[in-house]
């Protein structure tokens, strides 16, 4: 914005439009187009996320769910709409999870999660 004019033409015919010269000092304004993303929905939890991985499959173009893996070895399945699927607590005993594949294998005809982490207790 440039006196209270939204930026549409470049500025030197702006400038031309508003009858200011260019050896005036301008102040221009941005605003941003789209406001921040909002929060839909939160999940409230008592150990931090060290992994979050989405379902992956060749027909897949969207991932529909996914797998969040915590510092405290627990491993938890979420929907599309975030509603907990499945829950494993101590997974990993006493280690976090490191990294997580959730995924379909057409050979076995179902979904399968495999997850590791670090020592001591790989």
């Known amino acids: 914005m440039i006196d209270e004019t939204f930026l549409t033409l470049n500025i030197q015919e702006l400038l031309l439009q508003l009858e200011i010269s260019n050896e005036t000092v301008i102040d221009i304004n941005y605003l941003f187009a789209l406001e ?6 939160s999940t409230p939890c008592d150990e931090w996320i060290s992994t979050i991985a989405p379902f992956k499959h060749i027909l897949n173009e969207k991932a529909k769910s996914y797998v969040v893996g915590y510092f405290n070895g627990d491993v938890k399945l979420y929907n599309s709409k975030h509603a907990e699927l499945l829950s494993v ?7 976090q ?5 959730y995924f379909q294998s057409d ?16």
Do not use: G
């Open 97 to 101: 999870v490191t990294d997580s594949l």
């Open 36 to 41: 921040k993303p909002k929060p839909t929905k």
């Open 89 to 95: 607590s101590q997974l990993h005993a006493d280690s």
């Open 107 to 122: 050979a076995l005809n179902s979904k399968i999660l495999v997850s590791c982490s670090e020592l001591p207790f790989p």
